[in-house]
Each structure stands twice: as structure tokens, then as C-alpha cells.
């Protein structure tokens, strides 16, 4: 099968294209490989899928509308991941335009190269922080997801809108995942478990938001990379007995879906900032701080209805996969 993996330097996006590759999977992954954060770490991850015959780079930004159409022209994919993204909660707040053009319009390029050229299913990146100012635990897909407190989650709010408009309109398959705290080796420097880690091995204080009150429903990398591959299989149906009235919001008339992938274990963030000490064998000096705007005390994935779907259920618990993440992080990093 073709896909498309946009975001293919990324986290996430690597590491899916590396999966689908060793499936025996035709990828074409683009990236604009913007300076949002150390580009070596990005080329370093693409490094690893350099010598894979089914897997073709082309450097593309998601909202060059002129570069996406002739990509989909070229392209005739079956399926397409987007997981490309301006990523970030508190960089949305100083730089708002950069998640109108890669988050918005991308988004809509995206959309557009799926309805114009059949694509058979859109799975896309939505997020956590969509639920904003919900205090209902754990967060559920049947909830109300209007008030987001960042740029950035209004952005992925607006990204499931959209989709769910080319699912009725053009009868286009989409599924949104709304990510929950992702980590592990190969992860991006400007989240929580990188940032710890490169402080505590220089020897420098580590910043601990809201007191260290805060708690996330962190998710290794190799559980989220089989639950995004499963529902890729997993085509969405148009659900006849659905209405706005008694239905939830994450289903529709329309080919359409979204679910939570998470954990569905949320760790105080105090346990994690030991489990990481423990692996990379140091103390970390805290400085506590209040809360960042734009943030939330906790996260907590409800995943009944991805479990019911195709089966997802999280493997790797919070000791095993820090452990491997630390490992990683002395490795790369030395």
C-alpha cells in the first residue's frame, strides 16, 4: 500500500514511517524541516530510513498550496498520516501565524490533495489539549471540547472541524487522534522529558510548573505508533442512527472518527521527574515555579472507545519506558 507521512522528521512521523517501511509499505514522507528546533535531531531521525528502497523524502511545507497538489498529483496515495504540525503549547502564544499557516492551511491542503485524488483514508494528529478548561477525568470523546486555552489547541479543535466537513461533504474517511504527552527515545527537545533530562545531566536545574502539582497521561512512542497504524486499517463508516441531539461529538452521519491515544494511567509529574533521576542515575535540582500559561494541571485519556475500535490497549509502563528513553538520551547525546 502507498502512504503519505507528512511530518516525517518529526517524532512521531519517523517513527511511523519507519513501521510501515519494515511492513513492506510504499512512504513518501515530506517535512519542511523548519528550525522550530535542533534540525540535526530531525535529519538524524531521517537518516535512519535513508537506506530503505520504499521509502521516498521530499523537503515540502504543508501550506504550499502550488507543492501539495502537484505532491497528491504525483503521489495517487491510498492512505495518508498527517501528523506535519506547528508543535507547541507556549510557542502559540509569541507566534500565533506560525499555527494559522502549518496547522490551518496546511491542514487544508491536506484535505484537498485527499478529496481531489481518492485517497482511502486521512488519519491525522489532533491533540490532548483540545480539552482545555474540561475538569471531568479522565477526558472522554463524548465531551465538549469549546474551550480550548491555547492558539495551538484551537488549531487542532479547528483541525477536527475541518475534517469532519470533507468527511461530509466528499465522503472522505477521516480520523482524528488527540495525543496524549508522548515521550520516548528519538522525542523532541522542547517537551518536558528532554528538557529534564538535558538539565539533569549538565548538572542544571530543571523548572517544575505549578509546584510540581501536575500530573500527565504520558504515552511511549512505540504504544502511540501501533495505535495510529491500527486505526489506519481501520476505516470509518457513516453512522445512520447518529444526531447532533443524542450524539456524541466524536462520531457522525459522516465517514468520520476521533479518539483519545493514551496511557489511560496518569503519573504526577514528581514520579516521573524520579523515575527519570533513577534512570540516568543523578539528583535533579528543582526550582518550583508557577503555572505556565496556556497549560493544564492534568491530562488523563479515556481509550475505551479506541480499545472497542481496533483493540489499542498501551504495553509500556512509565519505569520501562523512561528507562529506555534515558538510555537513548546518554547514547545520542553522550
Known amino acids: 500500500m502507498k502512504y503519505l507521512v507528512t511530518g516525517v522528521a518529526g517524532f512521531i512521523g519517523a517513527r511511523v514511517a519507519e513501521q510501515l517501511v519494515e511492513w513492506g509499505h510504499e512512504v513518501v514522507g515530506i517535512d519542511n524541516l523548519n528550525d522550530y528546533y535542533d534540525v540535526k535531531l530531525k535529519q538524524d531521525r531521517l537518516n535512519k530510513l535513508a537506506d530503505k528502497p520504499e521509502f521516498r523524502f521530499q523537503q515540502l511545507d504543508l501550506a504550499d498550496r502550488d507543492g501539495m497538489a502537484q505532491l497528491f498529483a504525483d503521489g495517487q496515495f491510498e492512505r495518508v ?22 496547522n490551518l492551511v496546511g491542514t487544508l491542503c491536506v484535505l484537498e490533495g485527499c478529496r481531489h485524488h481518492k485517497v482511502g483514508h486521512l488519519v491525522y494528529a489532533s491533540s490532548s489539549s483540545v480539552y482545555g478548561l474540561n475538569k471531568k477525568m479522565p477526558f ?141 542515575g543523578k539528583a535533579a535540582q528543582k526550582i518550583m515555579m508557577d503555572m505556565q500559561d496556556g497549560d493544564v494541571q492534568a491530562t488523563w485519556a479515556d481509550t475505551d472507545d479506541l480499545f472497542t475500535a481496533v483493540g489499542y490497549k498501551p504495553k509500556v509502563g512509565i519505569k520501562e519506558g523512561v528507562k529506555a528513553f534515558a538510555e537513548w538520551y546518554q547514547a545520542y547525546y553522550g
Open 81 to 102: 498520516i498527517h501528523l506535519g504540525a506547528q508543535a507547541g503549547v507556549r510557542y502559540s502564544i509569541t507566534n500565533p501565524f506560525a499555527y494559522a499557516d502549518s
Open 140 to 280: 472522554a470523546t463524548s465531551d465538549s471540547v469549546d474551550h480550548p486555552v491555547s492558539f495551538y489547541a484551537a488549531t487542532k479543535k479547528a483541525n477536527e472541524v475541518m475534517a469532519h466537513s470533507y468527511a461530509h461533504l466528499y465522503g472522505l474517511p477521516t480520523t482524528g487522534l488527540r495525543f496524549f504527552t508522548v515521550y520516548g527515545p528519538w522525542g523532541r527537545p522542547d517537551m518536558a522529558p528532554m528538557l529534564f533530562a538535558k538539565a539533569i545531566s549538565a548538572d542544571e536545574p530543571i523548572k517544575v510548573f505549578n509546584h510540581g502539582n501536575m500530573s500527565r497521561d504520558f504515552t511511549y512512542i512505540d504504544d502511540i505508533v501501533e495505535g495510529i497504524l491500527r486505526c489506519a486499517d481501520h476505516i470509518p463508516q457513516p453512522n445512520s442512527d447518529w444526531s447532533v441531539e443524542s450524539g456524541t461529538p466524536a462520531t457522525s452521519v459522516a465517514p468520520f472518527r476521533v479518539y483519545n491515544i493514551g496511557n489511560g494511567s496518569p503519573v504526577k509529574l514528581m514520579d516521573f521527574i524520579a523515575e527519570l533521576e533513577q534512570a540516568l
